[in-house]
């Protein structure tokens, strides 16, 4: 276990700044995922702290020791890839000895840990095989159990479930989580899939264009979005945005009816954002905003609701499954004024709401 | 409208194929025909040799006695020209392409300053025969007093510009980044990866480009031609090719032509058989399996 510090932690390749001062500190046994678009620098950043990129600036701590110019190893950190790389040329039992191998463990204890470990992640049966004749997800386990045979101070997974398909990456997403409750260890886990990082994450980094943009539980930035990017980024399907204005101590949504602004005075309201669960439709003629539905998706437990509204982008909804919407109908739109988010024309969340 | 293309069974498909198997057919024999011609004259008494078809066996089977002359003639000397040849074609076959994968993987895999210049010079050098650069290396040889030994011929076929471009573009394609970091996070230093886990995935572009540098030695003609004068360091290209002027200068050699194209029959065999062992090694796809596309 390990504390992880970044401390304005910089990086650029060539003139292109790709991280841009980025301050963290990873608590020990915290499970946190870089989130991002592609582009985004998360995979930069976890190269930094990995040891298998030079920082352009700032400081890396391990446990309070400075490692910013420390090689992979000397950090004692493992590594589990997005393409697995898993030396093709030895058998199960040669990758995940390889590590011990370099460090000069006895035979002996190498084949103990190695045993150890293949029960563990279900592999005892395959350690004479090669790569290539594993599945995919069997490789994953491969690369997972190289990692925790070094008994590492912390993991960083790279993508590791970019590379499997939908049915087997759940699946994995739940015996990392296992895992994790298991060894207790640092992780940090690297994903541009928001799911994935909901569902894995003790606390979660947004990262946009090698900036953090907010840092916090899955809730918090689930509920709280600290401004239009991690709103739009966080959620399946994406936040509805508005064009919105305040207008004498009330704001107006779509240029339609507006809501008590409450204590709010500022003026620099641009939009308002809300969720597809939050919304509910009504008849035509009621509700907050209104327009005709477009496309219906039903997934059996949902029933998503695509709204054109004049002026606005389509607007999700999210109705019960046996919704008797249908395309082409006029409806009209309600939601509850405290499920607002206020966004500023810069992007950023006014967090007063309405009314309170 | 549905876009249908030619299948196996459509006429057109079928008359095209035909013509390819004629064109190829062509090109077969027209590569053919020298290697056929050193087959059947290596056969022929000398008398035969001009007294008959070219491009046929005469009835007359001169083919041991041809060997035995070409192993007795000037006291045997091709067998010492024959294994000159190896000596000369396995040292810089081997050593060639060693430092071509150190140099192709280091400039697929590392930066470095100069990189883009090095490289560029690499691809330059590949344009320039060696032939231009026969005269330069012999004065540098002379001046070290190298010249009539086998290290000049040795030294410069080490040097093998075409080879460090296949093994970059090779390393490029074979060797995935994060296989080198996974060894790096693994705590092994970069010799250690590079000699167990990268070699082993270019095994098949080394087997490339040894088989082609040793090819490139075992024809080199000119190179030592310039740069041996005694007989004994003569590799077989240059050591036939003196029985060759001999026997067209009609100093009392007119029965080396037999003999000299016996010769040609065995300096052609250990290439073919060269090859022919190394092809196992060319088969890729030893990266199968360990990183996924």
Known sequence: MAVIELKGVEKSFGSVKVIRGVDLKVEHGEFVVFVGPSGSGKSTLLRLVAGLEETSGGTILIDGRDVTNLGPAERELAMVFQSY????HKTIRG???????????PKDEIRQRVDEVARLLQLSDYLERKPRELSGGQRQRVAIGRAIVREPVAFMFD?????????????????ITKLHQRLGATMIYVT????????????????DKGIIQQTGSPLELYEHPANLFVAQFIGSPKMNVLPAAFKEGRISINGGVGIEAGKMTGTDVANVGIRPDDIEISPDGTGLIHGKVDVVERLGSDTFAYVAVPGAHAVTVRAPRDSAVAIGQDVGLTFRPERLQIFAVDGTSLRLRPGV | MAIVSKTANSASFRNSRRWLTVALALYFIYTFIPIFYVIVSSTKSNA?????????????????QNLQDLFTYQDGIFSRWLLNTILYSVVSGVGAALFATFAGYAFSKFEFVGKKLSFALVLGAVMIPQTALVIPIFLLLSKVGLVNTPWAVILPSLV??????????YADDALSNELIEAGRVDGAGEVHIFFNIAFRLLTPGFATVLILA???TWNNYFLPLVLLNSSDNFPVTVGLSQWYALATSGSGGAVLFSIVMAGSLV????????????????????GAGGVKA
Do not use: C
């Not at chain 1, 993508?159 to 015996?175: F, K």
């Not at chain 2, 040799?49 to 089977?61: E, I």
């Open chain 1, 85 to 88: 790389a898993l030396y093709p």
């Open chain 1, 95 to 105: 990758n995940m000895s390889f590590g011990l191998e370099v460090a000069g463990f």
């Open chain 1, 159 to 175: 993508e590791p479930l970019s590379n499997l398909d939908a049915g087997l990456r759940v699946d994995m997403r739940i015996e």
């Open chain 1, 192 to 207: 541009h899939d928001q799911v994935e990082a909901m569902t894995l994450a003790d606390r979660i980094v947004v990262l």
């Open chain 2, 48 to 64: 035969d040799l001009f007294g008959t078809f070219g491009l046929w066996f005469s009835g007359d089977f001169h083919f041991w």
């Open chain 2, 160 to 169: 093998f510009p075409p080879g460090v471009f296949l093994m970059k573009v």
């Open chain 2, 214 to 216: 040793f090819v490139a």
């Open chain 2, 267 to 286: 300096s052609i065999v250990p290439v073919i058989a060269a090859f022919l062992i190394m092809q196992r090694y060319w088969q890729g796809g030893l």
